[in-house]
């Protein structure tokens, strides 16, 4: 399992990951979820049962969240309380332009005390902050998944020293 952090360009970080189970999916976005401090834009992007909900549920898990963690493909829309923050989580796979999703994703990525989780952003991108964090995510056999994630510096944090 590969697993590395580069700084390039002094405005973006990448780490690498390769994970092999489901349960190192769920160590690796716990990690990233104990990070988190409210306010950050996450954009998830895979193809279909790539990981994406898999990566959310550690993520809320790694943020204290005891909510039961479930895709939003069919209701567009998740929320997941932890103690400091709320994870909104949004998959827009479903949809051919956001309509009022784009005020209502708006205004989570505005509220300081929330993390905003994108899945399937083409349609949403004028709205998103290139102030994200960018996770794609490539599945490499039934289980195992290689994670590739892009951070400004401003979310280095996220990512840091996680291949320490």
Known sequence: MPLYYTQY?????????????????????????????????????????????????????GAGSADAVSSPSFTLSNEYTAPKLTIAHYDFYRLNEPGI?????????????????????????????????????TATNQESRQFTCTAPAELSYLIEGLAA
Request: proline residues 2%; aromatic residues 4%.
């Open 101 to 137: 999703m784009k005020q209502e994703l708006e205004e989570s990525i505005n509220d300081p005390a929330v993390v905003t989780v994108v899945e399937w952003a083409g349609i949403v991108k004028d709205v998103l902050p290139q102030r994200r964090l960018t996770i794609h995510i």
């Open 9 to 61: 360009m002094s405005t973006d970080g990448t780490l690498s990951f390769g994970s092999g189970s489901t349960a190192q999916t769920l160590e690796f976005a716990a990690a990233i979820g104990q990070r988190l401090k409210g306010g950050e834009v996450i954009e998830l992007a895979s193809d279909l049962g790539g990981g994406k909900t898999t990566f959310v549920r550690g993520l809320a898990k």
